[in-house]
């Protein structure tokens, strides 16, 4: 459609393992088609490169906060006796078995829808037109007169399905029931079974499929920004799921893993080095 870009999810087509090496190349600094050259490379993608370099040590900060951080709460505070937390694993684990045990097409087609409205929601934040959404289990695309980085990559990010319930609870707590605090832990354990549908097929998607997202934002900076913002929406909902532990303290922790990663990261190398020499 003339004017319309078309973001295409093909979700069944295994990636063509018989590459060469300038293709594999072109596909990691973002180039889809065409041979890539010095003389043409294209600005943005560059600065897409450097950007996804400078958030691997944030996404590697964040993680390193995360287990470290919930690790001592698991510890000293038994954080993991409270009831929100027990559900929202029970959540995970339904969904696991399921994923690995009985995947099936429906399974397919309801991520793939998941992963086309989001794409659609994010193009209306932007302030764009939708012009037509397409779902099947094969895959599916979206019609749309603005694109960027955030309505290209927000399925890998943007749990869908975990928005919907959380917003339909609230709906239905200020409409019709007056939920008690004990009502929680239903609410968590559909948080952790929605999440997990998005993290493991956000997962089987991206390492076992072509997918034209990553590749046109470049797959550093495309998995340097959905591997910070999983890691950052898993803290949120285990923050919140539990009184040990609070923001405040996971942004100090995190602030004072930054300041001192340049200094550890050197003395690791010196350490590798030291080895061989």
């Avoid at 003389?39 to 900060?61: Q, R, S």
């Avoid at 029931?177 to 239903?186: A, G, K, M, S």
């Avoid at 076992?208 to 900076?221: A, K, M, S």
């Amino acid at each position: 459609m003339p004017g319309r870009n078309s973001i295409d999810r093909p979700a069944r087509r295994r990636r063509t393992r018989q590459r060469s090496d300038s293709r594999a190349i072109n596909a990691f600094l973002g180039e889809a088609t065409g041979d890539m050259r010095w003389w043409n490379f294209d600005p943005l993608l560059t600065a897409k490169f450097l950007v996804g370099l400078l958030l691997l040590p944030a996404c590697w900060v964040t993680l390193e906060t995360f287990f470290v951080i919930f690790g001592h709460a698991a510890k000293h505070t038994e954080f993991w006796r409270n009831a929100e937390f027990w559900y929202f694993g029970i959540g995970v684990v339904m969904w696991l078995v399921l994923f690995f045990g009985a995947r099936s097409r429906l399974m397919l087609l309801f991520y793939v829808a998941g992963h086309e409205w989001t794409h659609a929601l994010f193009v209306l934040i932007c302030r764009g037109n939708v012009a037509k959404v397409h779902i099947s289990a094969e895959g599916g695309h979206i019609l749309t007169n603005r694109n960027n980085f955030l309505i290209s990559l927000s399925p890998y990010f943007f749990p869908f399905y975990t928005a919907v319930v959380i917003a339909l609870w609230g709906m239905a707590e200020w409409l019709f029931v007056d939920f008690q605090p004990e009502h929680l832990r239903y609410l968590f354990w559909a948080i952790g079974f929605t999440w997990c549908h998005h993290l493991t097929f956000t997962i089987w998607m991206a390492t076992r499929q072509d997918q034209p997202d990553l590749d046109h934002n470049g797959r550093l900076f495309s998995f340097s920004l959905i591997a910070l913002v999983n890691t950052l929406i898993i803290v949120s909902l285990l923050i919140v799921a539990s009184p040990a532990v609070a923001w405040k303290t996971f942004a100090m922790m995190w602030y004072a893993n930054m300041t001192t990663f340049g200094t550890r990261l050197v003395e690791s190398v010196r350490e590798i080095v030291g080895f061989f020499v």
